[in-house]
């Protein structure tokens, strides 16, 4: 039985796994004693080392690789495949996410808002033929401007035209075609004026504070959101013909020669992490020594009873003694 070849230890080897692989699960797991112990696991604590020791550093695999390689999604995805990708996503549609209604206050956008409309405006009013040369801004007059100017942004470059004619219709100024070729060169350079106003504003003292705050409201409304809510308007539906997708897709990247390099290389790593430990020091690590021995004496006590009781047992069991 000690020998390097040894057939007849082989065949017992044999019968035991093929006894256990012929056993139901509820033999080996409790219900109730599992649950206890996966509450144990689930602590702060293991939580934490588990990320410290393998998740972060996955993750840094994940990003160094996916940044060397600079390999596209589409290049995961098998040409056969790849239409019914893109029906799911032409299909599925935004989600309602009616539970962030009203979510953040008006108010606030409207802070944030304001000063960039009103840059937005006065570069438009700067490009106003004799602004630059002893032209003269009267008191208020961009606030005035503001009002009458911010059906522009929502409408079209016509009432643009609309409004200078009124505003300058007051002061006396007869520049109706110049209005209309302003506000048509306007109407081209206004998107890149929106965004250098935008990003000036957002990130301001004052326009980080409003983003902070409209970001603390709609984390507080999603805490108050009923889970069901959440997952009814953001993934249910989407959820249903992904998972349909799923399965060719995993079979599609297990093919795949960056994937299985890229499964090797993380089994490695958990493998130098934690290859040289014992299954008693991981367990006594995690909290779980005591309950996991007790439970697998419990169930291996059963178990073995039975296999000892086995007729392929007693006939190997004979075979030994007669050897």
């Not at 996410?97 to 006065?122: N, S």
Request: aromatic share 8%; glycine share 4%; charged share 30%.
């Amino acid at each position: 039985m000690t020998a390097s070849e040894s057939p007849l230890r082989e065949e017992g080897i044999s019968l035991t796994v093929e006894f256990l692989l012929d056993q139901r699960l509820d033999r080996f797991i409790e219900t109730a004693s599992l649950s206890e112990s996966l509450a144990k696991l689930l602590t702060e604590e293991n939580t934490a080392r588990f990320l410290d020791r393998h998740v972060r550093p996955a993750w840094r695999r994940f990003l160094d690789r996916a940044r060397k390689r600079k390999t596209t999604i589409g290049a995961y995805i098998s040409q056969s495949k790849r239409e019914e990708v893109l029906r799911f996503a032409s299909e599925s549609g935004l989600p309602h996410a009616t539970w962030a209604k009203g979510a953040i206050d008006a108010d606030l956008i409207r802070q944030l808002l304001a000063p960039l409309l009103q840059d937005v405006l006065l570069k438009f009013a700067q490009r106003i033929p004799g602004s630059g040369k002893g032209f003269s801004v009267p008191d208020g007059f961009l606030g005035s401007v503001a009002q009458r100017f911010k059906p522009m942004v929502e409408k079209s470059t016509e009432r643009i035209v609309d409004a200078g004619k009124t505003v300058f219709s007051n002061l006396g100024l007869d520049i109706e075609q110049q209005l209309q070729n302003l506000a048509r060169d306007f109407s081209v350079s206004a998107m890149a004026d929106i965004r250098e106003s935008f990003d000036v504003r957002i990130k301001s003292p004052e326009g980080r504070q409003i983003i902070a705050r409209m970001q603390r409201e709609l984390a507080e409304r999603l805490l108050k959101t009923p889970l069901s809510d959440l997952i009814d308007q953001t993934v249910a539906e989407p959820a249903a013909g992904f998972f349909q997708l799923l399965p060719a897709l995993i079979e599609n990247c297990q093919h795949h020669k960056e994937i299985k390099k890229a499964i090797a290389e993380d089994i490695e790593a958990v493998a130098r992490v934690e290859a040289g430990r014992t299954l008693r020091e991981l367990l006594a690590e995690a909290g779980l020594f005591k309950d996991v021995k007790s439970a697998l004496f419990r169930h291996t006590d059963s178990l073995a009873q039975d296999f000892f009781r086995s007729e392929p047992f007693e006939a190997w069991l004979k075979k030994v003694l007669d050897s």
